[in-house]
């Protein structure tokens, strides 16, 4: 499903595992933006990675970093909720660092979306003047299609686990799904 925003780009909404949901801005002359919000992507990488690298002992988070490509302090800011929500722990000490918590076939990727996503906005949604009728409309609208989105979006994730990343079984439909 394609919405013109403005002439300037185009907004796709795309209810696919491999996307999650993410509204992509496409520019007029065939550039994507880039989504801001990598922590899903960088949970699901650090839980397969603790998985499937580790046997058994921690990872620093400079390890995970290294293995992320992004800051040490950005990969503890998203093991915070995965921790708050049992799917690692942190071992203190010279020798500690993260290990799951749990076995990586346990673990949905929806789960991981929630623990990540909670109640935040996945269309990025905006508060429009309070005044305008058209903007409460548009508000209450949006705000009833972005709950669907995220639901949609966790009904697919809940098909596949870490695990499922581990070993490489996650695959998009082979036909697009269309209404």
């Known amino acids: 499903m394609a919405i013109v925003i403005s002439p300037q780009f185009v907004v796709i909404m ?17 550039r994507m933006a880039r989504s801001t919000n990598t922590q899903f992507a960088v949970a699901v990488h650090v839980l397969t ?7 058994g002992r921690p990872a620093s988070s400079e390890e995970l970093s290294e293995s992320t490509n992004v ?7 998203v093991l915070g909720p995965l921790r708050d929500g049992g799917l690692v722990r ?19 990727l929806a789960r991981i979306w929630r623990l990540l996503q909670g109640d935040d906005p996945v269309l990025g949604l905006h508060g429009p003047d309070p005044a305008c ?5 548009v508000q209450k609208s949006l705000t009833a299609l972005d709950r669907a989105v995220a639901d949609a979006v966790a009904t697919e994730l809940e098909r596949f686990t870490v695990h499922d990343v581990l070993v490489g079984g996650v695959t998009a439909p082979a036909t697009p799904r269309h209404r």
Do not use: K
């Open 90 to 108: 942190s071992r203190p000490g010279v020798h500690g660092g993260w290990e799951l918590a749990t076995d990586a076939r346990d673990v949905t």
């Open 49 to 55: 990675y603790l998985a499937g690298v580790t046997e």
């Open 14 to 30: 795309i209810a696919d595992l491999l996307t999650v949901a993410t509204t992509v801005a496409i520019w007029q002359d065939g």
């Open 71 to 77: 800051n040490p302090v950005y990969v503890r800011r």
């Open 133 to 137: 009728a058209i903007g409460r409309g």
